[in-house]
Nanobody, 123 residues
Framework: QVQLTESGGGLVQAGGSLRLSCAAS????????MGWFRQAPGKEREFVAA????????YYADSVKGRFTISGDNAKNTVYLQMNSLKPEDTAVYYC????????????????WGQGTQVTVSS
């Protein structure tokens, strides 16, 4: 059974940091692209960041570039999203996802999803 499990969300003040984790299980994700998306109330799910496990190239939404960093630990089958200089507009449910067809910013392309973790940034 394929499972992606996010953790690390919470409440933080503007300017603070959080690190989200996504633990993958049920198959080997080494050939997948792993992505982070977020969805705020009343808004569509939007792309945040993505990277292949083995790739040095990483992709970011313009809104988080320079503040967020995606990384992975193959040994732990875990993907991370380090979020610094958080802003109130970063408040959303953050989702981890896996795409076996390669990099994409389209959430419909992703095959597996986690349950999401809430991030709330207070002003």
């Amino acid at each position: 059974q394929v499972q992606l499990t996010e953790s690390g969300g919470g409440l933080v003040q503007a300017g603070g940091s959080l690190r989200l984790s996504c633990a993958a299980s049920g198959r080997t994700f080494s050939s997948y692209t792993m992505g982070w998306f977020r969805q705020a109330p009343g808004k569509e799910r939007e792309f945040v960041a993505a990277a292949a496990w083995s790739a040095t190239i990483k992709y970011y939404a313009d809104s988080v570039k320079g503040r967020f960093t995606i990384s992975g630990d193959n040994a732990k089958n875990t993907v991370y999203l380090q979020m610094n200089s958080l802003k109130p507009e970063d408040t959303a449910v953050y989702y981890c996802a896996a795409d076996q067809r390669g990099y994409s910013r389209d959430p419909d392309r992703y095959d597996y999803w986690g349950q999401g973790t809430q991030v709330t940034v207070s002003s």
